[in-house]
């Protein structure tokens, strides 16, 4: 019987665990929006189609430096980082579908599933 308390807290911790990464499933999200890298971002002033072409075509290039690679969404004007750089990598300077969930206190996406743009 003194094992009974441990049994049903570790019962109920697991419960909880288990309900917090359901929350997480549930909570994906459907992205679209062209991966590139926060320098060409920073570069460009991407308000005009025109110039999130350019930035698209500049985040394309290899470079020998770090890269870090954002989602960028030209409707909301809004980019986010991405959790798994070299995944993304592959679609740099890209329009993508992007499935995830956003970290709110980094607004970091987590990916679960990214593949080229398709209506």
Same mark, same amino acid.
């Given at each position: ?35 590139? #890298?926060? =320098? ?5 002033? !991407? ?7 350019? @930035?698209?075509?500049? +985040? ?29 990598? #592959?679609? =740099? ?5 992007? !499935? ?7 607004? @970091?996406?987590?990916? +679960? ?7």
């Amino acid at each position: 019987m003194k094992f009974l308390p441990f049994a049903m807290a570790a019962l109920i911790t697991l419960g909880i665990a288990v309900a917090g990464s359901a929350q997480k499933e549930e909570s994906a999200q459907t992205f679209t929006g062209y991966v590139m #890298t926060k =320098a060409c971002i920073s570069h460009k002033n !991407v308000a005009t189609e025109n110039a999130v072409n350019e @930035a698209a075509e500049c +985040s394309k290039k290899p470079t020998q430096a770090r890269v870090d690679y954002v989602l960028y969404d030209p409707d909301a004007k809004m980019s986010y980082d991405l959790v798994d750089q070299k995944r993304t990598s #592959t679609f =740099a300077g890209e329009d993508v579908n992007l !499935v995830g969930y956003v970290d709110v206190s980094s607004r @970091a996406i987590h990916i +679960s599933e990214i593949t080229p743009f398709s209506n």
